[in-house]
């Protein structure tokens, strides 16, 4: 079939909005079509170039929403229809890492992953003869997108496209170091770095874990409304403190920070 995506054609070179060529579901692969996409600064980073795994050209995107469309050959777990979210951490619930009760980094299908290809080794994309790699297992500035079965997580259908794509990276990173990481405790005290889609889902999780004092630290002063919609309690744009603003945040803490969490790739 044919789709619209977005290309990352080279490292540094703007993505170019384009009709591609998409390879239907093989086995145990679903066909998705994306209704929502959240931009992570990680694309932007693979885009830069800076990225030492960054592949071009490729389809970028992680954090999507959509609905199954199709599904190949000994798919059980979705069917057409079904609502997901894509996910670049799969769960296949049998590999030594699933299994582990340690970590959710599933490795079942990272090697290819890693490569920009389907586990079997090749790309659904294609612009005629010329292949485009898969980005994070997700792809999904793509209008369709392939993944394997066990990267797609099934989502009640009353949930909106365009708040749940959040979930794919910046919900689950966000909350996720807040409450498994740093196990941040009720009444704590926070200073968040960077309120970006990271950011505010780290003071989103720090209110459901109970924190006291949220502070957020973002040279953009448009983050602050972000901020203070999301939980956090003061806010510090470092260029207005200038070179002490490690003094200042002890001063407002009065005796320092519990947590201290990065949202700025710092
Ligand atoms: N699983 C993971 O480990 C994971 C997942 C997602 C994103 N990331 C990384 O987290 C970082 C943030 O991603 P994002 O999507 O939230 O980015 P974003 O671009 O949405 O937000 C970054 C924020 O940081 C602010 N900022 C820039 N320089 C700053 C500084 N010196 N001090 C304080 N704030 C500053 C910006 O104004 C912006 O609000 C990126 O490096 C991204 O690659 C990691
Ligand atoms: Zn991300
Ligand atoms: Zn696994």
């Not at 990680?42 to 929403?65: C, Q």
């Not at 294609?126 to 500035?141: A, L, N, Q, R």
Request: hydrophobic share 40%.
């Amino acid at each position: 079939m044919k789709t619209r995506a977005a290309v990352a054609v080279a490292a540094g070179k703007p993505v170019e909005v384009t009709e591609v060529d998409l390879e239907g579901p093989r086995d145990g692969e679903v066909l998705v079509e994306i209704k929502a996409t959240g931009i992570c600064h990680t694309d932007d980073f693979t885009l830069s170039g800076a990225d030492p795994e960054g592949l071009f050209p490729a389809i970028l995107g992680h954090e999507g929403a959509g609905v199954v469309v199709d599904v190949g050959q000994g798919v059980t777990s979705v069917r057409k229809g079904d609502h997901v979210i894509p996910l670049y951490t799969p769960e296949c619930r049998q590999c030594p890492s699933c299994l582990s009760r340690k970590t959710n980094l599933c490795t079942a299908i990272r090697a290819t992953q890693g490569q920009g290809v389907m586990p079997d080794g090749t790309s659904r994309f294609s612009i005629g003869k010329d292949k485009i790699f898969h980005y994070m297992g997700c792809s999904t500035f793509s209008n369709f997108t392939v993944l394997p079965e066990i990267a797609v997580a099934k989502v009640n259908s009353d949930a909106p496209f365009d708040k749940i794509c959040y979930i794919g990276c910046g919900v689950t990173t966000g909350i996720g170091a807040v409450l498994n990481t740093a196990k941040v405790e009720a009444g704590a005290t926070a200073v968040v770095f960077g309120l970006g889609g990271i950011g505010l889902n780290v003071i989103q999780g720090l209110r459901l874990a109970g924190a006291d004092m949220i502070i957020g630290v973002d040279p953009n002063d448009r983050k602050r409304a972000w901020g203070e919609r999301f939980g956090m309690t003061h806010f510090v744009n470092p260029t207005e403190v200038g070179k002490e603003l490690v003094p200042h945040l002890v001063n407002m803490t009065k005796r320092g920070a519990d947590q201290i969490g990065g949202g700025a790739g710092l």
